[in-house]
T-cell receptor
Framework: GAGVSQSPSNKVTEKGKDVELRCDPI?????LYWYRQSLGQGLEFLIY????????KSGLPSDRFSAERTGGSVSTLTIQRTQQEDSAVYLC?????????????FGPGTRLTVL | SQQGEEDPQALSIQEGENATMNCSYK?????LQWYRQNSGRGLVHLIL?????REKHSGRLRVTLDTSKKSSSLLITASRAADTASYFC??????????????FGQGTILTVHP
């Protein structure tokens, strides 16, 4: 079946502009995660959605970052007033159940470059 | 912050040799997972070992977990050039409201020469 998809695969933007990154999880997966991978910080958790529960936003680095998940499926990560330090690969993952022992399936990522 | 630390940071071997990567972590965990990443993009899940397991095998992969030392190792036997990639360990912490979110190590870059 189809895996996790993300769009765009690459995004180049100017400092100060807003960007939206999209994630389509595996159909039926109730849990969705956003991670960020950058040279200085490695792989970091950003936000987690589980069903209709309030999202865990504990990993968002600033209030310029927000995310939503509509209809329990597609998720959008929005970065407002982008800064150069936001340049990174943004990875989305989905998981089948609330159990923390289950595998997370990752998408190919969106490479964001802020000039 | 990164919970896991991996060593070595880089490993270069010849095809056919075994590759061993180590991972250490700091807090109590529910499970530990190993992922592979090619060319800095999507992560591919390799294997998951639960906190009550000590060893697990999958094909050419062997993972061990020592919760008393808070460490894990990944062994790739009879390596191939196609195994060239970055390898990450990731932990899902026990308890709280973690909901299975993963904390990653810094990764080991493995290069297998043909």
């Amino acid at each position: 079946g189809a895996g996790v998809s993300q769009s765009p695969s690459n995004k180049v933007t100017e400092k100060g502009k807003d960007v939206e990154l999209r994630c389509d999880p595996i159909s039926g997966h109730t849990a969705l995660y956003w991670y960020r991978q950058s040279l200085g910080q490695g792989l970091e958790f950003l936000i987690y959605f589980q069903g209709n529960s309030a999202p865990d936003k504990s990993g968002l680095p600033s209030d310029r970052f927000s995310a939503e998940r509509t209809g329990g499926s597609v998720s959008t990560l929005t970065i407002q007033r982008t800064q150069q330090e936001d340049s990174a690969v943004y990875l989305c993952a989905s998981r089948d159940s609330p159990s923390s022992t289950d595998t997370q399936y990752f998408g190919p990522g969106t490479r964001l470059t802020v000039l | 912050s990164q919970q896991g630390e991996e060593d070595p940071q880089a490993l270069s071997i010849q095809e056919g040799e075994n590759a061993t990567m180590n991972c250490s972590y700091k807090t109590s965990i529910n499970n530990l997972q190993w992922y592979r990443q090619n060319s800095g993009r999507g992560l591919v899940h390799l294997i998951l070992i639960r906190s009550n397991e000590r060893e697990k095998h999958s094909g050419r992969l062997r993972v061990t977990l020592d919760t008393s030392k808070k460490s894990s190792s990944l062994l790739i036997t009879a390596s191939r050039a196609a195994d060239t990639a970055s390898y990450f360990c990731a932990t899902a912490v026990a308890g709280g409201t973690s909901y299975g979110k993963l904390t990653f190590g810094q990764g080991t870059i493995l290069t297998v020469h043909p």
